[in-house]
């Protein structure tokens, strides 16, 4: 599987994808917000759906889709989450 970072890399660097988790029992999940118009209605449910299993998540929103997460940010949901899902929509 080869995995593209979409954020005009130059010379691209080969990663591997990690492996996806079996159960969310414990974990940690943080729902990203690329502030798209509607992403958040997508997010706003899914926050309901873990709920409703007892999963603890975490929300956050980019300040804006058109330019790369800022590491702040970046380095917050690395300390505060397990796994992301990030939103896309329009």
């Given at each position: 599987?080869?995995?593209?970072?979409?954020?005009?890399e130059?010379?691209?660097?080969?990663?591997?994808?990690?492996?996806?988790?079996?159960?969310?029992?414990?974990?940690?999940?943080g729902?990203?917000?690329?502030?798209?118009?509607?992403?958040?209605?997508f997010?706003?449910?899914?926050?309901?759906?873990?709920?409703?299993?007892?999963?603890?998540?975490?929300?956050?929103?980019?300040?804006?889709?058109?330019?790369?997460?800022?590491?702040?940010?970046?380095?917050?949901?690395?300390?505060?989450?397990?796994?992301?899902?990030?939103?896309?929509a329009?």
């Open positions: 599987m080869i995995v593209l970072d979409p954020t005009d130059r010379s691209p660097v080969r990663r591997e994808p990690l492996r996806r988790r079996s159960v969310l029992d414990g974990v940690r999940v729902l990203l917000d690329i502030a798209k118009p509607r992403g958040d209605v997010l706003d449910r899914l926050e309901s759906l873990f709920a409703g299993r007892g999963v603890t998540v975490r929300r956050y929103v980019k300040p804006t889709f058109t330019k790369p997460m800022p590491p702040d940010l970046r380095r917050e949901i690395a300390t505060e989450c397990d796994v992301v899902i990030e939103a896309l329009d």
